[in-house]
């Protein structure tokens, strides 16, 4: 079975603060995302990396970096919250199958809320 | 642009009574579609994959068919642990990278005992 953990499930931090999310997969997958859910919005892609020390912007960049410094994990830093980052965020990891469909599969998720 | 439209937004089922959802795309080559169920506070969790007009998947309860512009989830029979949100996603070969995906809002449905 995939398993692809996320650091922790709640978080509580204060407007301003660095905040670090981190997601570990244990599949050797090369494909690795990051995504914030919110009511009435879906999911919205971050970030994604495709190998290590590489990474892509997605669809909401803004506000968010990231890091890939080894194939099993990748890490999503706020490097200074803000109330509006305020949401669920998911990370999903997925392998590179070439001309196959490349399904990806979701952690359990990180609900943070910033004050 | 890759769109993805999910339909109904909500839907209350009573245990037994069969239904479909929605699921309306268009993608520039379509690479993937995926049906995930979510349930509340957690990560969406794999349920099929299919690629090419006319598939069909099955699991349980839950089957799953593909024409050139939609998909169906169809549930037979559902059970009050069926209640969850089902969301659609396409991943198509025009991406720069081909493997994001782009979901559709999602369809909550609830089934009454």
């Known amino acids: 079975d995939v398993k692809v953990t996320q650091s922790s499930r709640y978080l509580v931090k204060r407007t301003g603060e660095k905040v670090f999310l981190e997601c570990v997969q244990d599949?050797?997958?090369?494909?690795m995302f990051w995504y914030r859910q919110d009511p009435g919005l879906g999911l919205r892609l971050i970030y994604f990396?495709?190998?290590?020390?590489?990474?892509e912007k997605g669809d909401i960049p803004e506000g968010y970096s990231v890091s890939r410094e080894k194939k099993e994990r990748f890490s999503l830093i706020l490097e200074s919250a803000s109330t509006n980052q305020t949401s669920m965020y998911l990370c999903?990891?997925?392998?590179?199958?070439?001309?196959?469909?490349?399904?990806?599969?979701f952690g359990p998720g990180t609900r943070l809320l910033v004050l | 642009e890759d769109q993805v439209t999910q339909s109904p937004e909500a839907l209350r089922l009573q245990e037994g009574e069969s239904s479909s959802l929605n699921c309306s795309y268009t993608?520039?080559?379509?690479?993937?579609l995926f049906w995930y169920r979510q349930d509340p506070g957690k990560g969406p969790e794999f349920l099929f994959t299919?690629?090419?007009a006319g598939e069909e998947k099955e699991k349980e309860r839950l089957k799953a068919t593909l024409t050139k512009k939609e998909s169906f989830l169809h549930i037979t029979a559902p059970k009050p642990e069926d209640s969850a949100t089902y969301l659609c996603?396409?991943?198509?070969?025009?991406?720069?990278?081909?493997?994001?995906?782009?979901f559709g809002g999602g369809t909550r449905l609830m089934v009454k005992p």
């Open positions: 999903a990891s997925s392998p590179d199958r070439g001309q196959y469909q490349e399904t990806q599969y």
């Open positions: 599949m050797d997958h090369e494909n």
């Open positions: 990396s495709y190998d290590v020390k590489m990474k």
């Open positions: 993608v520039s080559g379509l690479r993937g």
């Open positions: 299919l690629y090419s």
């Open positions: 996603a396409v991943q198509a070969w025009n991406n720069n990278a081909g493997n994001m995906l782009t």
